[in-house]
Structure formats: C-alpha cells, structure tokens
C-alpha cells in the first residue's frame, strides 16, 4: 500500500509538473465588414480552430490597405489581399505569398428595365466604378470592351468612387450603369438590379481557361517555411469552413448577423455569390491563368499597377499545401 501511494503521488507530481499542450498561434488581419471575417465565425461556432490545434488571434481592421501594413510591420501574419499586389510586392523585395481565397469578382450591373443588353451598349452611357482609375475588374472591362474596338475611356462618361457611394448612387437611378465590387452587386441585385456581365465571365475572352482568385491569404515565404505545418492546418480549416458553407444553409443563419442585412432576399444572393466564388482549381491552374491576365492588366494598367515586373514574380503563388 505504501509503494501504491508513492506511485500516486509521483504520477501526480509528474502530471502536474508536465506543461500542457500549447496550440500554434497565428494572427490574422481582417478587414472587420469582409467576409473573412463570416469564414472566420463559421471556423469558431463548428470548432474548427480547435480541431486544427490553432489559436487564431484576430485583430479588427477598418480597411484592406491597414491589413497591409500590418502584414509589412510583422504585426500580423495572415491577411487578404490580391496575386498582383503580392506580385508587385516580391518585385519591390518583399517576399510574400498568395494562396487562393475567392474567385467572387465585381459585375456591370444595370437597372431591370434598362435598354442595355449588351456590354457594347455602354458607349455613350454614364458608368460608375467602385474604386479608382486602375481598379482590376475595371480594367480587365476595357480590356474586353477593346477587343470589340470601343475605348470606354473616351466612349462613355466615367464616374469613379467608394464602393457604397457608387452602389447608393446607381440605387438613386444617378447613372445607366454601375461596376463594383461583388457584394455590392449582390446587394443591388436582391433590389432588383440585372447583372449584364459578371468580370468572371469575360475572362475566357481575355485568355483565362477558368475562374481566377483574385483575392487569397497573403503571407510571408519566410515565416511560412517556419511554419509549414500550421499553414498547412490552417488552409485546410479554412477549406472545411467553405465546405460548411456550401453544404448548410443553417451556418449561414449563424452569421447572418455580419453580413449587414435582415433582408432574407439580400442573405440569399449573399450566400449564393459566396458559393460561387469557392475555388475549385489546382493551385497550377490557378497560377497559369493568373499569368495570362498579369499581362492584359500589365498593358492597360501600366506601371502605376504592377510595378517593375514585367509577368508575375515567381513564388508568388504558394505551392506547399498537400494536395494541391
């Protein structure tokens, strides 16, 4: 008996003095109206984090360009951004990387009874862009609207501005015609609004052989080199995230809330816009396609966009995660 309880006492002591378990932590900068932030809940309401054996430690951000900077600053190792400013990055000497998030991109959208039936049909009408003179989607639009030998530049009347301010003055009947970002067209689009052409289907004019991510996690080669294992972890919750997504209708009610809306018609093209714009594709083909449009937005964007480079930089494109 008395051995039996030295016995006990030393396991005790041995389990006491053992330190737990501690799970990798990675931080993240999210953008605090994105929808990382709606992939993010999905991950902690199913447990996901803690399935992956990660801390996530989020801070709150009120835009894309202070992710950036947090990223630059080593104050975040996680944020969303896009291939080219990673492309344009590696080239300036920053040696970030892209793994794909979401292919979901902006669309031309018009009112429901408007005469514009075709992409041809914006010379001479007014045009609002989300965002500035070499946003993407934007230019990729002239890219194609040029092929058909119109300069919309010079043939139509363009109205740039924020992204909501553009969707609250297309809802005000101020223009024939809007391009903006995919939630925004998904909110013009529960009020009615008809999509002309989503920026997606255009590509395959452009060159591309699918749908492109333009948007993905964006971090560094070297802290991920270091933390090959946890990235790997990580991506592969964020794609049982999607996958729940995808499959539950009930997960989004769990979220609903941060989308910004109660109108069950505006959560319903939400959700479907979201679904649509899950990739799909091997990280190569992803890549290729990426190389065909660097170079069709390298020539209309010019220098202000992509920098010194020429084609995307190598490594741009992470290729470390299993089964890719």
Known sequence: MRDLARTIVLLMLLAVGTPAHAADTIRLAVQKTGTFSWELATIRQAGLDKEADLSLEVTEL????AGKIA????????????????????????KLTFYPYSSALGAVMVPASSPIKTLADLKGRKLGVGGGPIDKSWLLLQARIKQDGIDLKSDATIVYGAPPLIAAKALDGEMDASLNFWNFCAQLEAKGFRRLAGIEEILPKLGAKGAVSAVGYVFDEGWAASHRDAVARFIAMTRKAKQLLVTSDAAWDKIAPLTG??????????????RDGIPRRSINDEEADARVLYRVLAEIGGHDLVGPAAEVDPGTFYHAVPGD
């Not at 009120?62 to 360009?65: H, T, V, Y």
């Not at 080593?74 to 400013?85: P, T």
């Not at 809306?261 to 979201?274: E, G, H, I, S, V």
């Open 62 to 65: 009120a835009s894309p360009e």
């Open 71 to 94: 990223l630059r600053a080593g104050n975040a190792d996680i944020m969303l951004s896009d291939w080219l400013w990673v492309s344009r990055e590696r080239a300036l000497g920053a």
């Open 261 to 274: 809306t109660a109108d069950p018609a505006m959560l319903k093209t939400y959700r479907d816009r979201y």
